[in-house]
C-alpha cells in the first residue's frame, strides 16, 4: 500500500487540492472547476510515468488456463451475473443496503438538505457499488459508505419515535430502517427466501446442506493436517484452495496456493491435475514432490475433473 505508485499518486493529488482550495478561494467557479481537472490530468500524467500498471487489470496477465479454471471459481471475484446464479441468497447483502443508501442521498438531493455533503456520498457510494456490480468484493467500500446517510438516517427516524412514542408508523419506520441498514439481515432474509423455495420446490434440506458443504466446506483446517504436519518436511502438491493453510500449520511448502503471483506454480498444479497418472508421477518427481493432498469436496477438483476425466486428480477424486 505504501508503494511509490500509490504514494505518490495520493500525495501529488491531496496537495494539489490543498493548493487549489488555499490558492483559489473566491475565484469564479469556471476557474476553480478548470483548476481540477488540470490537477485531475497533472495526477493521471504522474501515473503514466511512475505506475502505468496501476491504470490497468492486474489479472489481465493471467494464463488463459487460470482464467478458466481458477479465477472463475473464486467468489470474491465473481460479478453480479454469476452471484445471482451461484448464491442468489447472498446477492441482497452484497447489494441492498449500498442501493439504499444511494436512494437516501438522492432524496436529500432532491429536498436540498445538506445537498453538498450528500452529493460527494452520492458519488462515492455509487462508484463503489458499481465496481460491486463487477467484482463482489467492491461491497466492502459500498456498503461502510453506506453507514454514513443511512445512520443519519436512522438517527432522524430514532428522534421521531421518541417524540411521538405512541404513533406506531414512526416505530415501524424506525425499525425497518434500522434492519434494512444490516447487510447480514439481507443474507440472513436470502437463506430464509431460497429454503422456502426449495421446500416448494421439493428439495430435501440434507440434499440442499449436501450442496452447501460441497460448494464452501474447507477439509484443510489446523486439526485435519496434524497428522501431515508431523511428517517429514517437503513440498506438497494440491489444489489453490488448502495453501495458505498448509503453509501456516504445517512445515511443509506448497507448489501453488491462491497467489496470481505465482502463476508458474498454479499452472503447473493444474497441468499435473490433469496429466495422465503415468506422467504425472514424472512430473511430480520434477518438481520434488513428497505428498499430494487432495479435498474431494474442493471446487478446483470438480473442474479439473471435467476438464481431465481421465487426469491425475479424477482418478484420485473417483
Known amino acids: 500500500t505504501l508503494s511509490l505508485g500509490y504514494f505518490s499518486l495520493s500525495a501529488a493529488g491531496g496537495l494539489g487540492l490543498g493548493l487549489a482550495a488555499l490558492l483559489?478561494?473566491?475565484?469564479?467557479?469556471?476557474?476553480?472547476?478548470?483548476?481540477?481537472a488540470i490537477i485531475g490530468a497533472a495526477v493521471l500524467i504522474l501515473a503514466v510515468l511512475i505506475a502505468?500498471?496501476?491504470?490497468?487489470?492486474?489479472?489481465?496477465?493471467?494464463?488463459?488456463?487460470?482464467?478458466?479454471?481458477?479465477?472463475?471459481?473464486?467468489?470474491?471475484?465473481?460479478?453480479?451475473?454469476?452471484?445471482m446464479v451461484n448464491s442468489p441468497e447472498a446477492a441482497g447483502g452484497f447489494y441492498a443496503v449500498g442501493l439504499i443508501a444511494l436512494g437516501v442521498c438522492l432524496a436529500r438531493i432532491v429536498r436540498r438538505q445538506q445537498t453538498v455533503a450528500y452529493a460527494i456520498l452520492l458519488g462515492l457510494i455509487l462508484v463503489s457499488w458499481l465496481v460491486t456490480l463487477f467484482q463482489v468484493r467492491g461491497m466492502l467500500f459500498a456498503n461502510y459508505l453506506a453507514f454514513i446517510p443511512l445512520g443519519a438516517l436512522i438517527a432522524e427516524l430514532r428522534a421521531l419515535y421518541v417524540k411521538r412514542q405512541k404513533d406506531h408508523r414512526a416505530a415501524l419506520a424506525f425499525i425497518v430502517a434500522v434492519l434494512?441498514?444490516?447487510?447480514?439481515?439481507?443474507?440472513?432474509?436470502?437463506?430464509?427466501?431460497?429454503?422456502?423455495?426449495?421446500?416448494?420446490?421439493?428439495?430435501?434440506?440434507?440434499?440442499a446442506d449436501a450442496e452447501a458443504n460441497a460448494a464452501t466446506g474447507a477439509c484443510v483446517t489446523a486439526d485435519s493436517v496434524k497428522a501431515l504436519a508431523a511428517l517429514p518436511p517437503g513440498r506438497i502438491l494440491s489444489t489453490s484452495n488448502p495453501g495458505s493453510v498448509l503453509l501456516r500449520f504445517t512445515p511443509h511448502s506448497v507448489l501453488n496456493a491462491n497467489y496470481h503471483r505465482n502463476q508458474a506454480g498454479m499452472i503447473e498444479a493444474l497441468t499435473?491435475?490433469?496429466?495422465?497418472?503415468?506422467?504425472?508421477?514424472?512430473?511430480?518427481?520434477?518438481?520434488?514432490?513428497?505428498?499430494?493432498?487432495?479435498?474431494?469436496?474442493?471446487?478446483?477438483?470438480?473442474?479439473?475433473?471435467?476438464?481431465?476425466?481421465?487426469?491425475?486428480?479424477?482418478?484420485l477424486a473417483a
Request: aromatic share 6%.
Open 24 to 36: 483559489l478561494r473566491g475565484q469564479p467557479l469556471a476557474f476553480r472547476i478548470a483548476s481540477l
Open 52 to 83: 502505468p500498471q496501476c491504470l490497468g487489470n492486474p489479472l489481465d496477465s493471467l494464463d488463459p488456463l487460470l482464467k478458466t479454471m481458477w479465477l472463475n471459481s473464486i467468489g470474491e471475484a465473481q460479478p453480479i451475473t454469476s452471484e
Open 272 to 315: 499435473i491435475g490433469m496429466a495422465h497418472p503415468a506422467n504425472a508421477i514424472e512430473m511430480m518427481r520434477r518438481d520434488h514432490i513428497a505428498y499430494v493432498l487432495l479435498c474431494t469436496d474442493d471446487a478446483q477438483v470438480d473442474v479439473v475433473s471435467k476438464k481431465a476425466p481421465a487426469g491425475f486428480f479424477a482418478g
Open 180 to 207: 434494512a441498514s444490516i447487510p447480514s439481515v439481507w443474507t440472513l432474509t436470502g437463506m430464509l427466501v431460497l429454503d422456502a423455495g426449495q421446500a416448494v420446490a421439493g428439495i430435501s434440506e440434507n440434499q
